[in-house]
């Protein structure tokens, strides 16, 4: 995994009160559990920028109080409006004790379907997996050498040694589609074979008379 190391400071006062005024201060309120107790602390908000900004499953090397800690982001609340981060939960990685974490996934190979002018679709940009830390990748590589148009890679298809994937088994990852311009060709050729059968059906040839239709010489006898 990735590591991200950061800096917290005891937090004292747990209340909204206090939240606010910290946060005008350019901190971000957070807990940690998962341990013997939980942790209040506040982290500069810059300091998540190697966090939150990157691709890869990370671990995070938590300094509080002159104590360190191994842990993962748990949950993360963003304001609705300026979309600043607003408080942070933790979760405390023991020796030996599983933990469950969203690993983002990486589509690796050169698709035949892609080639032949079909589409790849991304449909879960991360999975969630159970494992030792140890065992947890940066990110999950999904080969698509073999996906043609049509095909797919779903959740139970994937693998990795020491975890257990908990997504929907049959559940998509990614797919490769027929492309909008592929489709519409098909269907502008569909257009006109059909335009040509009901010609061929429709339009008499030539000088052929319908049935029961008379000439104009035939009615000028009667």
Do not use: W
């Amino acid at each position: 995994m990735n590591i991200v190391s950061m800096s917290g400071s005891p937090r004292e006062n747990v209340g909204k009160k206090d939240a606010k005024a910290l946060r005008r201060q350019g901190l971000v309120p957070c807990v940690m559990y998962g341990g013997k107790e939980q942790i209040h602390f506040t982290v500069e908000e810059l300091q998540f920028r190697d966090l939150i900004f990157v691709p890869d499953a990370s671990l995070v090397k938590l300094k509080v109080n002159n104590k360190e800690f191994d842990a993962i982001l748990q949950d993360i609340q963003y304001h609705p409006v300026t979309d600043r981060i607003i408080h942070a939960d933790f979760l405390e990685v023991l020796p030996g004790k599983e933990i469950k974490i969203d690993v983002p996934i990486n589509a690796v190979g050169d698709s035949p379907g892609v080639i032949k002018g079909g589409k790849l679709f991304i449909k879960q940009r991360k999975l969630k997996v159970k494992g030792l830390v140890d065992d947890i990748p940066n990110s999950l590589d999904i080969d698509i050498s073999d996906l043609e148009i049509g095909d797919s890679v779903i959740v139970k298809d994937v693998e990795e040694k020491g975890l257990e994937f908990l997504n929907i088994p049959n559940s998509v990852v990614v797919m490769v589609k027929t492309s909008r311009v592929v489709a519409e060709d098909e269907e502008e050729e569909d257009e006109e074979a059909a335009e040509g059968e009901e010609g061929e059906k429709g339009e008499k040839p030539e000088g052929e008379k319908a049935e029961g239709e008379k000439s104009g010489e035939e009615q000028k006898s009667e």
